[in-house]
């Protein structure tokens, strides 16, 4: 069996910990993150060439941000 | 968001589908994703057969253009997703009612959403069956009895099931 050395075992533990917090967020404080987390994404797809895929809404309302709120 | 789940909301009561709701950010950390999935109970067409059409032109006549697989909706692309076999459509009649940003929604009970990965059973299912089963806290027994009545494998606390 393999064991994790204890300092390997408290990081993820401390990783769960933090997983499970993440999880009993409020879903408009989870909406906020997946925006952060759409825009981190475009800033390396865009190094590639790649377009933008973040939705454009506002973080603070999480409404649309222009006119481009329509397919 | 509160926008378009107005717009949801909306359809569902014209009756362009019969009940809809979400999934699986309510119950665990928010993962990247660029659409919104929303399983919805369609009318059936004349045929027979399930079909987004209804959905599509009511979307039109609001301003909402189809695009490949997504509709933008107020900024987020959704992709309908029609319940097809007996599990979905149980889970879209016992489906919660959330508020999300004061708009009322629905959401797919976690046990449910965990059944749906277990069906579909791909490597992104199979991540999902495991965070949801890790970090969503679901009822086990309830979850006991939705796999025996649809015939799917009881997933393990860590998620791992095989079908």
């Known amino acids: 069996m393999n064991t994790l050395p204890p300092e390997m075992e408290a990081a993820l533990a401390a990783k769960q910990k933090h997983r499970r917090e993440l999880a009993a967020l409020p879903y408009e404080e989870k909406l906020r993150i997946l925006l952060r987390l759409q825009h981190l994404s475009d800033a390396i797809r865009q190094t590639r060439g790649a377009s933008a895929r973040a939705w454009p809404l506002d973080e603070k309302t999480l409404l649309p941000m222009s006119s481009a709120h329509r397919s | 968001m509160k926008a378009t789940l107005a717009i949801l909301n909306d359809l569902d009561a014209h009756g362009i589908f019969r009940r809809y709701a979400m999934g ?15 399983f919805v109970i369609l009318p059936l067409s004349r045929g027979g057969l399930l079909t987004l059409t209804p959905i599509y032109d009511a979307l039109r006549e609001r301003g ?6 997504h509709v933008i909706i107020e900024g987020i692309p959704v992709q309908f ?7 979905l459509e149980e889970a879209l009649e016992e489906a919660r009612t959330v508020h999300v940003e004061e708009v009322s929604t629905r959401v797919l009970r976690i046990e ?7 069906a579909t059973g791909r490597a992104k299912d199979r991540e999902r069956t495991r965070l949801l ?8 027994n309830f979850l006991a009895k939705i796999c025996t009545r649809h ?8 998620g791992e099931f095989s079908l």
């Open chain 2, 151 to 158: 015939h799917l494998p009881l997933p393990a606390k860590n």
């Open chain 2, 64 to 69: 909402y253009q189809p695009r490949d697989e």
């Open chain 2, 81 to 87: 997703l029609p319940a097809y076999n007996p599990l």
């Open chain 2, 133 to 140: 089963m890790e970090d969503g806290h679901p009822d086990v």
């Open chain 2, 112 to 118: 449910h959403l965990i059944c749906v990965s277990v």
């Open chain 2, 24 to 38: 699986a950010m309510f119950y665990v950390e928010p993962v990247a994703t660029y659409d919104l999935d929303v």
